[in-house]
């Protein structure tokens, strides 16, 4: 399996070209038929990761019509260590 990693700067929803190169390089990038995407919106307030996200993925799609493209959004992962006494 092959890892890639690509950054966007922000304001992926707004239409424009760039944007539009963005979303067909990540997926047209991967030799495989295959392509899953982790979306990661860290930088946003929280509430607004889920209109993100569907547009996103919705773009994803949109440019991909030969590839299987699965989608999914990061979430905060909460470590608990217990210190001994």
Known sequence: M???ITLHGGNS????KKNIHFF???T???ASN????LCVYFARPEGRW??????DHRSFKNVSTNKDVQ????A???LQTKYPD
């Open 50 to 55: 889920g209109e993100s996200y569907k547009k």
């Open 76 to 78: 905060y992962m909460v």
């Open 28 to 30: 047209n990038g991967v």
């Open 13 to 16: 929803s707004r239409n424009s």
């Open 34 to 37: 295959n392509v899953r995407v």
């Open 2 to 4: 092959q890892t890639r």
């Open 24 to 26: 067909q390089e990540v």
């Open 71 to 74: 989608t999914a959004v990061a």
